[in-house]
């Protein structure tokens, strides 16, 4: 992987390697870092993967994996901040003679951030990620106190579902949304 000094608040990565035991990875990236009314970051990435690379028990023919995706976070100066997130991955169960599936996400948040606390409402959903009609929305709240400079200590809640269509036999699966509520802290050297 090769990473370039930051020019005027990019950075560009680049790298290939072996990402399987059967394939290989090619990934890119662009970073940006900067000020907009406060603070702005955001990146573009792509990976392929050759899932099919000439080895020992690999399957030849089968389409390669690409990921494509994004993310932008802006925090203004009066504590507002938003993230949005889109990704989509291409290649999916894709295997020889068998057609692939393109998968796709996307989430946001807002949040607050006052004196030594902030708190974010978030929402993202997935669609074809597990199985090709898929939709698995997700919503979460969280809370962070943050004391001292090298000090975090936060709460979280969120729900996680799965709506999935009825299978070849026309039964319809639903199970129960999970709902995960954690604590924890961390600590900066």
């Known amino acids: 992987m090769y990473t370039t000094p930051v020019f005027g608040g990019f950075r560009v990565q680049a790298g290939h390697g072996q990402r399987t035991a059967t394939g290989e990875a090619t990934e890119f990236s662009v970073w940006y870092s900067g000020r907009l009314a406060g603070e702005l970051q955001a990146a573009i990435g792509y990976s392929t993967v050759n899932v099919s690379t000439p080895t020992v028990g690999a399957v030849s023919g089968v ?3 690409e990921t494509m995706g994004g993310s932008i976070s802006w925090l203004h100066t ?3 901040n938003l993230t949005l997130s889109y990704t989509t ?3 999916i169960n894709g295997a020889a003679g068998v057609a692939s599936r393109e998968g796709k996400f996307w989430w946001t948040k807002a949040g607050y951030k006052f004196g030594q606390h902030a708190i ?3 929402y993202g959903t997935s669609t074809d990620m597990l199985a090709a009609g898929d939709d698995a929305p997700t919503y979460g709240i969280g809370y962070v106190w943050n004391p001292i400079r090298w000090a975090e200590f936060y709460a979280q809640y969120r729900i996680f579902q799965l709506e999935r269509s009825p299978t070849a036999a026309g039964v319809a699966v639903s199970p129960e949304d999970v ?3 954690s604590v924890g802290t961390r600590i900066r050297f």
């Open 63 to 65: 389409p390669d994996k």
């Open 78 to 80: 009066s504590g507002f």
């Open 89 to 91: 991955v291409d290649g």
């Open 120 to 122: 974010a409402l978030d």
């Open 179 to 181: 709902n995960v509520a």
